[in-house]
């Protein structure tokens, strides 16, 4: 177990600089102590910014399931590995221990040959949060199938968009599934998209709401009769470090999605080492991290990182707010949670409810709590650490992007101190570096800039899909020999991190960089405010102007709305300047977010430029309907 935990700053330094110095013997050594191989690497890593190629571990041979599931078995074999928490909770919670989780992942993994699936053949997974995700995503690996899970919350066009892109042959879908108080007709989705997938030659069918649905015959198989004539034993293939693991989309600011590549070897090594780091796992610990599988947070951090640890990980069918806002702080008590990893939207969204929602239950089994996704505004940071980190709990605000595999900027608890709004520090084996506009690197303080990444890190992405050229254009270009976050950050006096929001979100008011964070956060200071976003709009004098989108708590109580605007530019006045007050400010019911919670931006700024119309694709909006009504109402 040679560095594999960080245990005390001193460490974390020597192991940072380590990093830095010898980042292949660094990586070398933590592959070749954690993990289980049937052929080590000739090389740790070779690599080419300008192009883009990063081979980690090469030419070593191994497979992840037998890392997440094999080698525990001997000793861990009837530990939980996934505790499934239904969407119902008087639904009972299921315990799969590592025995089953082979059982299920082997006859999973044997139906999917049975079905002709081989080695390199893509395989959509389109599943609502229950164990069947898991076993697929595994019994993709098991025998060098890409899995592409697509989030159950997609639309059949966007289905058919990511199916069609990556020719998957097989889909992995349910009858329907269960999300608060709705029930998802995702058969009927899947249905409606392959009109428009030809490469889709069979779809497994999950049963999990027993609604009525069309089998298509010579094309849909229900999957429980396959499994059970299937063998609970299967041979893991061999896979090369390099082959690709999975394919996840992220939206791209315009354009197609993108499909991110991820491999084998490097993705591994760098899930599980952060994964132990970053929320100080240690054994017999439950984990919970509330993300969607079909996001990268719950590929690297529900399930890939957590089960190469011999962690047991908990999956949440449910909502935060189903039945009532206690959900979850009622599952960390039933299930006795150690680790909770969530969304800062989801904190805010529950800060604005009743403390009692949080203060009757038991949270007291919290050692670590972690936010990720976008910035953590300043109130919310608190919120978050007194009344569910009961100020106990380190909060680790973790920076990544589905584009770097896991987290890569974060506080390390117990090890490193944390700072409200701060990522903090970069992790072993990863070198940030803040650039200006004309390609110099910013050595000063306190400066915002493009975040970059100079060196590469085991769980980078490999390519976009089949379109290498657009992995080169979108991440390697910019700043040539770096690889390109589309973040800005400021760095403080000590080196920490302060992720300021996307780059174009930085406005420029009067010559001065002004992130949107910090403005938000001084206008949610405000007690009538639940939520805010700032955007710039061009300006004849100041270049950019301050047009802010401010979501109120309970509307009827400020009728004030003048004196109301005072207030927020007096906040924004005392915690920023004067220089960073709001031109326009816009009372609405809610922001224009996607299904992962993030504020889109692009939209509130066609809007504050005057756009009434032309808002391009908003079809990943949880609530495209609000963009009609900020829209309407503007100012
Ligand atoms: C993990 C994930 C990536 C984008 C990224 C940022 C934003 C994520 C933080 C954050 C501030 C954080 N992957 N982001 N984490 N911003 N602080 N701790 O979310 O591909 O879906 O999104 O999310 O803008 O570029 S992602």
């Given at each position: 177990m040679n560095n594999y935990s960080i245990n005390s700053l001193e460490q974390y330094f020597k192991i940072y600089r380590k990093s830095i110095r010898k980042p292949k013997k660094f990586w070398g050594e933590i592959a070749e102590n954690n993990f289980t191989w049937y052929q080590k690497w000739d090389k740790v890593v070779e690599f080419d910014m300008q192009k883009a190629e990063f081979e980690w571990y090469k030419n070593a041979k191994l497979n992840i399931t037998k890392n997440c599931i094999d080698r525990h078995?001997?000793?861990?074999?009837?530990?939980?590995?996934i505790i499934f928490e239904p969407n119902n909770p008087e639904e009972p919670s299921k315990y799969i221990t590592y025995n089953e989780l082979y059982k299920e992942v082997s006859a999973l993994s044997n139906v999917l040959r049975d079905q002709g699936?081989?080695?390199?053949d893509r395989v959509c997974i389109y599943l609502p949060m229950i164990p069947e995700l898991a076993y697929g995503m595994l019994a993709c690996a098991r025998i060098g199938a890409i899995h592409s899970v697509v989030f159950a919350g997609f639309s059949s066009n966007a289905l058919s968009t990511r199916i069609n892109d990556s020719e998957c042959k097989l889909v992995i879908t349910s009858d329907g599934g269960y999300r608060g108080a709705k029930t998802i007709n995702l058969k009927g989705i899947v249905d409606e998209a392959l009109t428009k997938s030809p490469s889709v030659e069979r779809v497994l069918v999950v049963k999990r709401t027993d609604a009525e649905i069309d089998m298509q015959s010579g094309r849909d198989l229900w999957l429980q009769p396959l499994i059970d004539e299937s063998e609970t034993t299967s041979k893991a293939e061999i896979i090369?470090?390099?082959?690709?693991?999975f394919i996840l989309y992220t939206s791209g600011s315009t354009g197609k999605p993108k499909g991110m590549v991820h491999t084998t070897a490097g993705y591994m090594v760098f899930t599980a080492y952060t994964f132990k780091n970053v929320f100080n796992y240690n054994t017999d610990d439950v984990f919970w991290c509330?993300?969607?599988?079909?996001?990268v947070t719950g590929h690297s951090y529900t399930i890939y990182g957590p089960l190469l640890n011999g962690a047991t990980t908990l999956m949440f069918e449910?909502?935060?707010?189903?039945?009532?806002?206690?959900r979850f702080w009622e599952v960390i008590q039933k299930h006795k949670v150690n680790q909770f990893y969530t969304a800062p939207t989801a904190i805010r969204s529950l800060a604005k409810e009743r403390i009692e929602f949080v203060q009757?239950?038991?949270?007291?089994?919290?050692k670590v709590i972690g936010s990720v996704g976008e910035p953590i505004n300043e109130e919310a940071w608190h919120w978050y650490n007194d009344?569910?980190?009961?100020?106990k709990c380190p909060l680790v605000d973790t920076w990544w992007q589905t584009e770097t595999?896991?987290?890569?900027i974060s506080a390390i608890p117990f090890v490193t101190p944390t700072k409200p709004t701060y990522a903090s520090l970069p992790f072993p084996g990863i070198k940030p570096v803040l650039m200006d506009e004309l390609r110099?690197?910013?050595?000063?303080?306190q400066k915002i800039g493009n975040l970059c990444i100079e060196y590469p890190w085991p769980?980078?992405?490999?390519?976009?899909w089949r379109d290498h050229q657009r992995y080169i254009d979108t991440y390697?270009?910019?700043?040539?020999?770096k690889y390109f976050s589309g973040d800005g950050a400021l760095r403080d006096e000590v080196g920490y991190y302060r992720i300021t929001g996307?780059?174009?979100?930085v406005i420029i008011v009067s010559g001065h960089n002004l992130g949107t964070a910090p403005i938000e956060d001084a206008i949610n200071?405000?007690?009538?405010?639940?939520e805010s976003a700032v955007v710039g709009f061009p300006h004849d004098i100041k270049g950019n102007a301050l047009y802010g989108f401010v979501v109120l708590k309970?509307?009827?109580?400020?009728?004030?709305r003048n004196n109301l605007i005072k207030e927020i530019n007096q906040l924004i006045s005392d915690q920023?300047?004067?220089?960073?007050?709001?031109a326009k400010i816009q009372f609405v019911t809610g922001l224009p977010k996607?299904?992962?919670?993030?504020?889109?931006?692009r939209i509130l700024r066609k809007i504050a430029e005057?756009?009434?119309?032309?808002?391009?694709?908003?079809?990943?909006?949880?609530?495209?309907e609000i963009v009609e009504e900020i829209s309407r109402e503007s100012l």
């Open positions: 078995l001997a000793n861990k074999g009837d530990k939980t590995a699936v081989k080695k390199g090369d470090a390099e082959d690709p693991l509330t993300a969607d599988i079909g996001w449910g909502t935060p707010s189903y039945p009532t806002y206690s009757n239950f038991k949270l007291d089994t919290l009344h569910v980190g009961n100020k595999g896991g987290i890569v110099n690197e910013i050595e000063v303080n769980g980078i992405a490999r390519t976009i390697f270009t910019k700043f040539p020999g996307r780059v174009d979100d200071e405000h007690q009538a405010v639940a309970e509307v009827g109580l400020w009728r004030d920023i300047g004067p220089i960073a007050k709001l996607t299904r992962s919670g993030k504020i889109m931006r005057g756009e009434k119309s032309e808002f391009g694709d908003i079809t990943t909006l949880v609530n495209p």
